[in-house]
């Protein structure tokens, strides 16, 4: 009787997990399409590990898109490995490069032709034609489509002929969008999506995704994006590029610490990851490599700015905004929180990339940097005052000041910034306090305006320095700001010169800088507001199995080493060519 | 005995009403709006874009009707055996999600869980009243049971995966390994289970087993196990019947552990980079995913209850006590 009962539970238990199996295994085997239009290669038994690129860091759930138009959500290396775009954009040499295009050339003020290459297939073996690109564009007319405002300025995507397409645009174009457009999005097969409905293209999952690029969909599972090379991808002759890797497995991020453990067995080449202790197994002999042999280790990706909302008081008052500035320790924040793998901001929060636009002169005469004393003459000067003797500076009715500083719970490099940046406030007499909300509440205040300040890191290293003006400055505010301007900052004059910056060709830099200037002067006096640091682009990589990645020494390849979403049209797609097999361990 | 049965599938029945629909709710009631997540991670570039997206959203999740529609269509779903789409995993559907995710966790947890109670019990009632064992070995299994969970998991980790390189670190099956029905490929899937399973087992036997130590010792303090030793029984005898009647009460210990099973993977999976339900819950949490969370809730409502039933039948066949009652029979 006992060992009867025993063995029954343990059956009965047994059988339900095996039910349970049987029909996951229906559901989620290795799915059953052949993408790639058949070309897919034959199945191995196994990965050679002196073939495949392990990489992580973009992927934090399992991977669901291969949609390319989908552009936060896809699979990593969606676009880039599969889909690819007309030029890339490399921000390191600030050079657009033809890519699917063979040469793109505005013929006049207000027409663009692009010159599609020769010999370029889909994977399904169809040419890659103008109408492809024509059919991309003209996506843009569904509203839910990222690139729907693509319409606003342009009017007309025609292809004169199979491999060229004009485009015509209004009176005075907005020649930086348009530069963004061209490199950012990727083109898709018309034969395959047209017919799709709006709600398929812009979320559907995409999952035999048919591309241009260098690599085929192989496999996926809960924990891994296996990508196999395209041996027929055109680069090979026309860029003369031939990626090493046969195999990319992108494995799914649960935590950094676990990519951290997995980095130092060698079980990922390339970790985009960010891992705080990292300057010191760099420099540990751990076989790991950074861009930067030594601090700041990291390329900037892109600037975190304290976000103050300017709807309430008193961070409707620029003086106040300009003493908060000035208050802020931020070489105790580089530091002390992130061991100096990230920078200090320039006053104007422009990324490195964009140091031809700074005008040194405003900066020199209008910059802030730390000093307590100063923050505490500015909030005199404007008029707040320690009234009831707290050591705290009251609104300039009279009325004490009591501020939340909100970042997301869990985002421990944030939680310790915004302790740092409290305490440094509080020395100058302002009283703020730090919480941690989880993060749909920090997305929902910051939305709705509900909070007093936040943090925010949006915007990433790009083609002009326009997104981040149009970031900063953009009009009209809405009840709901979902992208930009969320401490909803009104400044029309602003918001003219950001529209003129935009309809300012990209070659004519001097004209950029007029502009530039004018908006770093209303930056650096009214402080909307206020740079931090740049984050890195967070890239360790191992020289196990791999070697040759890209670094600030001599001789080295200098292309973006990252895998994250929308980097790969960045330049960071051609870091995988430059990579060399490491010599076999002796 | 059929009445018995019917009472209780009434209770099933109406508890999985509201289990469900508390499951419904919860999520609806937790502060923060899912969809704003979801357009901020569609990348809309501009505000016109995103209220684009957003009005798609908000209709395709069929958040735009009253609230009792929304739950009436729910139930309406629920009955055709839709789950509805994730909003975190966008455009992934629940059941899919879930499905494969689903025999990673039933294959760490049921086996740790159930070796770990089999064994625990065994050994728990070996030990007891044993001086060398009792003094010597429990002790670890009170140190261990009484070590925080991600301690013991990480540290496992960091001894036999780092350092010792014994076992892998991250993934279901290693990730140069292609799934096939080979002994290669069982051999991999095992070598990645293995430490996971490893350290739920270690802290959950030294539970049961310090649980059935202390029952044995309070049965054989009873006056019916006084009675057989006085009757000259042999102290093996005793110490069976002692067992039986104490394992009643692990019986239903049992149940429960296997109802949560959920909650016990989250730090696992977290830890071990293993995949399975619990990282994907605790995700869908944070981003307040109604959709995966009710059919996470679901499949966790659905398996307290399963467990229930299987030990109420269990209990009529190991509990002679029961079986009377049940059957309304004469004592």
């Known amino acids: 009787m006992r060992n009867r009962s025993r063995s029954l539970i343990l059956l009965a238990a047994a059988s339900l997990a095996l039910v349970a199996c049987t029909e996951g295994g229906d559901g989620a085997g290795p799915p059953g399409g052949v993408p790639g239009g058949g070309q897919q290669a034959a199945q191995p038994a196994s990965y050679p590990r002196n073939e495949t690129l392990f990489t992580s860091g973009t992927q934090w759930g399992p991977p669901v898109s291969w949609n390319p138009i989908a552009t936060q959500n896809y699979a990593t290396g969606t676009i880039g490995f599969v889909y690819e775009t007309l030029f890339l954009y490399d921000p390191q040499t600030d050079k657009y490069e033809p890519w699917l295009a063979e040469s793109g050339n505005w013929t006049s003020d207000t027409t663009y032709e692009v010159k599609l290459r020769d010999g370029v297939n889909w994977t399904d073996g169809k040419p890659l034609t103008a109408d492809d690109v024509v059919f991309t564009a003209e996506l843009g007319k569904m509203k839910s489509v990222p690139y729907s405002n693509l319409w606003n300025y342009l009017q007309k995507a025609e292809a004169t002929d199979p491999r060229t397409v004009k485009f015509t645009f209004g009176a005075q174009p907005s020649y930086q969008q348009w530069a963004n457009w061209v490199y950012f999005n990727a083109i898709v097969p018309k034969h395959l999506w047209q017919g799709r409905s709006e709600q398929d293209v812009t979320a559907g999952a ?192 009279g009325s004490p000041i009591e501020l939340t500083l909100a970042v997301p719970t869990g985002w421990t490099d944030w939680m310790e910034a915004i302790r740092t940046i409290a305490e440094g406030a509080k020395a100058a007499g302002i009283n703020i306090k730090t919480e941690f909300p989880a993060q749909t509440q920090v997305e929902d205040m910051r939305e709705s305006g509900s909070f007093d300040m936040i943090l925010n890191n949006e915007r990433q290293i790009d083609n002009t320095p326009w997104t981040y003006y149009d970031y900063v400055f953009r009009l009209p505010i809405q009840q709901q700001q979902t992208t930009v301007n969320f401490g909803r900052y009104e400044n029309q004059q602003a918001w003219d010169l950001v529209n003129q910056l935009d309809k300012t060709k990209v070659d004519d830099v001097a004209g950029m800088k007029a502009v530039t200037s004018q908006l770093q002067r209303i930056q650096l006096t009214e402080m909307p507001l206020i740079p931090l640091w740049y984050n890195g682009l967070w890239a360790q990589y191992s020289n196990a199995v791999w070697t040759n990645w890209p670094s600030a020494k001599d001789n080295a390849p200098k292309h973006l080493p990252t895998t994250w979403r929308g980097y790969m049209q960045r330049g960071a797609i051609k870091m995988l060519s430059d990579l060399k097999p490491a010599p076999p361990a002796k | 005995m059929r009445r018995y049965f019917a009472r209780k599938l009434l209770i099933y029945v109406l508890t999985f009403f509201v289990a469900v629909t508390i499951n419904w709710m919860i999520p609806r009631l937790v502060p923060g709006d899912p969809i704003q997540g979801m357009v901020a991670r569609a990348g809309a570039q501009t505000p016109e874009a995103a209220a684009a997206i957003r009005a798609q959203y908000t209709e395709w999740f069929g958040l735009d009707v009253p609230l009792l529609e929304q739950y009436l269509r729910f139930w309406a779903d629920l009955l055709g055996g839709d789950l509805g789409v994730s909003m975190w995993l966008f455009p992934a559907s629940v059941r899919s999600v879930i499905l494969t995710a689903l025999p990673y966790t039933l294959g760490l947890l049921l086996p740790a869980i ?218």
């Open chain 1, 206 to 397: 995409n999952d035999k995704p048919v591309g241009t690029g260098p690599y085929l969909y192989q496999t996926h599972d809960q924990d891994r994006m296996v990508w196999v090379k395209n041996d027929n991808w055109w680069g090979k002759q026309k860029l003369n590029l031939d990626p090493k890797p046969k195999y990319i497995v992108d494995i799914v991020n649960s935590s950094n610490e676990a990519a951290l453990g997995l980095l130092l067995q060698g079980g990922i080449d390339l970790s985009n990851n960010f891992l705080p202790g990292i300057s010191t197994l760099v420099r540990g002999g751990y076989k790991l490599e950074t861009y930067f042999p030594e601090a700041p280790y990291m390329l900037s990706a892109n600037t975190t700015w304290l976000v103050m909302n300017t709807k309430k008081a008193p961070m409707n008052n620029a003086a106040f905004r300009r003493a908060l500035a000035n208050s802020i320790d931020i070489n105790k924040i580089v530091n002390g929180v992130y061991g100096q793998i990230v920078k200090p901001a320039s006053p104007t929060g422009l990324l490195p990339i964009w140091d031809k636009y700074i005008d040194q002169a405003v900066v020199d005469e209008l910059g802030f940097s730390f000093d307590t004393n100063r923050a505490k003459s500015i909030l005199a000067e404007g008029g707040f005052r320690d009234t009831n003797g707290d050591g705290l500076v009251e609104n300039t009715d």
């Open chain 2, 114 to 331: 159930l070796l770990s109670w089999w064994a625990g019990n065994k050994f728990g009632a070996y030990a007891a009243r044993r001086k060398v064992l009792d003094n010597a070995a429990l002790p670890i299994w009170y140190v261990l049971t009484a070590t925080p969970y991600m301690w013991l998991a990480i540290l496992l980790l960091w001894s036999l995966g780092i350092v010792a390189n014994v076992f892998p670190t991250a993934g279901g099956y290693g990730f140069l390994v292609v799934p096939t029905w080979s002994l290669d490929f069982v051999g991999n899937l095992a070598l990645h289970w293995f430490l996971p399973f490893a350290s739920l087992f270690l802290v959950a036997f030294g539970g049961w087993a310090i649980g059935m130590r202390n029952l044995i010792i309070y049965e054989l303090e009873a006056d019916y196990s006084h009675y057989l030793q006085a009757l000259g029984a042999p102290s093996r005898l005793v110490r069976r019947y002692a067992f039986r009647n104490a394992m009643l009460p692990q019986v239903t210990g049992l149940a429960l552990q296997l109802g949560v099973i959920i909650g016990g993977a989250v730090v696992t999976e977290i830890v071990f980079s293993y995949p399975g339900l619990g990282y994907i819950t605790l995700k869908a949490i944070e981003s307040g995913d109604y959709f995966l969370l009710q059919g996470v809730f679901l499949f966790i409502v659905v398996g307290v209850l399963v467990a229930n039933f299987i030990v109420d039948v269990v209990y009529v066949l190991v509990d002679p006590r029961t079986r009377t009652g049940v059957g309304g029979g004469r004592a």
